[in-house]
C-alpha cells in the first residue's frame, strides 16, 4: 500500500510504499536523536519532488527519461532502485540506506534520470517511490 506524503499539481507525486521494499521502523531516543535509518527523523524529501520528461514532448516512437530531482532530509540520498509502468502509471523506486546507517543530518540536493523507453500517447501520471530496507 503506497502512502501519499504531498502531491504537487495532478501529475507530480511522492509516495512511500511500505511493503515492496521494506518497512519503516520508528525509534524514539528522549535523550538524543542519532542519525540512523529508521530514527525519528526518517529520511524524506524536503520540499517538493520535481517530475520532468525528456524530451517535454515526445512522440510515440521517441525514447523518454524521466528526470527527478529535489531536495533530501540528509546526506544519504535515494538511490534508484527500478520502475515499472502498469498502464498510464509510472512507478520509479528509491531506496534508502540499510539500517543502522549513519548518515549526517544535512539537506542535502539529488537527481536522477531514469530512461523508461517509449510510450504510447496519453496522460501519465508518474509516482515516486521511496523504501528503506
Not at 510504499?17 to 529520511?43: E, H, I
Not at 525514447?63 to 532530509?73: E, K
Request: aromatic content about 12%.
Amino acid at each position: 500500500m503506497a502512502l501519499p506524503l504531498f502531491s504537487v499539481g495532478g501529475n507530480r507525486m511522492w509516495r512511500k510504499r511500505c511493503g515492496k521494499c521494506g518497512q519503516t521502523v520508528a525509534v524514539f531516543m528522549a535523550a538524543f536523536l542519532l542519525a540512523y535509518n529508521g530514527s525519528l527523523m526518517a529520511s524524506q524529501p524536503v520540499g517538493p519532488v520535481n517530475i520532468e520528461f525528456i524530451p517535454a514532448n515526445p512522440t510515440s516512437t521517441t525514447p523518454i527519461t524521466v528526470h527527478v530531482w529535489g531536495d533530501w532530509s540528509d546526506a544519504y540520498v535515494p538511490q534508484f532502485a527500478g520502475f515499472e509502468i502498469l498502464g498510464h502509471e509510472i512507478y520509479l523506486y528509491f531506496q534508502g540506506p540499510n539500517p543502522g546507517t549513519i548518515c549526517a543530518q544535512v539537506i542535502t540536493p539529488w537527481d536522477a534520470s531514469v530512461p523508461i523507453g517509449s510510450l504510447d500517447p496519453g496522460n501519465y501520471l508518474v509516482s515516486v517511490l521511496y523504501c528503506e530496507p
